[in-house]
């Protein structure tokens, strides 16, 4: 980890501490529980039950978290339900512990509902869309638009939509798949991508682009560089690029599935996209590791088209924008 908290650490010593104090009320505790620590276990149970579902982000994805904690709670709710309730003497309270999940349950359900087949929000992390989306950038991705798809498994179950030209979508990164990542589809199954003197040609036709001015990038000490309107698809979008970075970088180019699909040299790269699959790059043309380097994206990889802007803490006019 570079900079910023530890959650991790974060999360072991609560859960540590929460799972300490749970095991001295269960295990050693003499005597009834007094009010302050019924209040201190009320908190020490939930710490805990976060601090667990946390930690398994480090093996899975936040979806699968999800599907894990709706079906820990729905258990322990229903099995309290069902067995344990009906022998309690009348008047007796629930224990704390029944009592998280059947207040956490039902909200968790709605929450991966929502992620899984409606909305997900996404942070932007890099600077590889500006000037479309800058870093800070909170947007909403819809998840349906391309099909409806199984949680966790990421089946398509229902086709609604075709990806298009000229999509802001997130996707699985190829290389690892535990990492999301967004940027704008440039060819779909079929198409033959050229990109040769910072100019983009899909199956010969050259995309139609005019310049817009500069953008001033104050990540790069203010630099002014150059800027387009380029059109993919339906909608013309904002593009830019560094005059003196290469249209390539062929040191960085990795082997990956299809490669055999692309031919690069000093000028740039063509690459016929194979059926199924997707190619990607970032309207920060020169500063943006996209499927030049690594690859094609699966169709099974694609999570949802980016849509809008929700917020940015850095610069609040950004507010609402919707992504073209």
């Known amino acids: 980890m570079q900079g910023g908290l530890n959650w991790e650490l974060i999360a072991l010593v609560a859960g540590g501490f929460a799972a300490l104090l749970i095991g001295w009320d269960a295990a050693i505790r003499k005597g009834p529980r007094s009010d302050s620590l019924k209040g201190v276990l009320e908190i020490a149970w939930p710490v805990l039950f976060i601090a667990l579902m946390g930690l398994l982000l480090k093996f899975t994805d936040f979806a699968a978290v999800l599907l894990v904690a709706a079906v820990a709670t729905g258990i322990v709710w229903l099995v309290d339900r069902r067995v344990f309730a009906p022998r309690r003497e009348e008047g007796a309270?629930?224990?704390?512990?029944?009592d998280m999940a059947r207040a956490f349950f039902p909200v968790i359900v709605v929450v991966f509902l929502i992620r899984s087949f409606w909305v997900e929000p996404f942070k932007?992390?890099?600077?590889?869309?500006?000037?479309?989306?800058?870093?800070?950038?909170?947007?909403?991705?819809?998840k349906y638009t391309y099909g409806i798809r199984l949680p966790v498994l990421n089946r398509k179950i229902l086709e609604v939509g075709e990806v298009r030209r000229g999509d802001v979508v997130v996707f699985r990164y190829p290389l690892d798949t535990s990492v999301d990542y967004i940027k704008r589809v440039v060819?779909?199954?079929?198409?033959?991508?050229?990109?040769?003197?910072?100019?983009?040609?899909?199956?010969?036709?050259?995309?139609?682009?005019q310049a817009a001015g500069y953008y001033t990038d104050a990540e790069l000490n203010f630099v002014r560089l150059p800027s387009f309107t380029e059109k993919l698809g339906a909608k013309a979008h904002a593009m830019m690029v560094v005059p003196s970075e290469p249209v390539v970088n062929l040191s960085q180019v990795r082997q990956f599935p299809h490669r055999d699909n692309c031919e690069y040299n000093d000028d740039g790269f063509t690459c016929k996209v194979p059926p199924g699959h997707y190619f990607m790059m970032g309207d920060n043309r020169d500063q943006s590791a996209d499927s030049r380097y690594w690859g094609f994206v699966p169709d099974d990889h694609i999570k949802g088209r980016a849509f809008l802007v929700w917020m940015n803490f850095g610069d609040l006019k950004r507010i609402g924008n919707g992504i073209d």
Do not use: C, R, W
């Open 93 to 98: 309270s629930e224990p704390i512990v029944v």
């Open 124 to 142: 932007i992390p890099s600077g590889s869309m500006k000037p479309t989306l800058l870093v800070g950038d909170f947007i909403l991705v819809n």
């Open 187 to 209: 060819g779909i199954p079929g198409d033959v991508v050229t990109y040769k003197g910072k100019l983009l040609a899909i199956n010969g036709a050259q995309v139609p682009v």
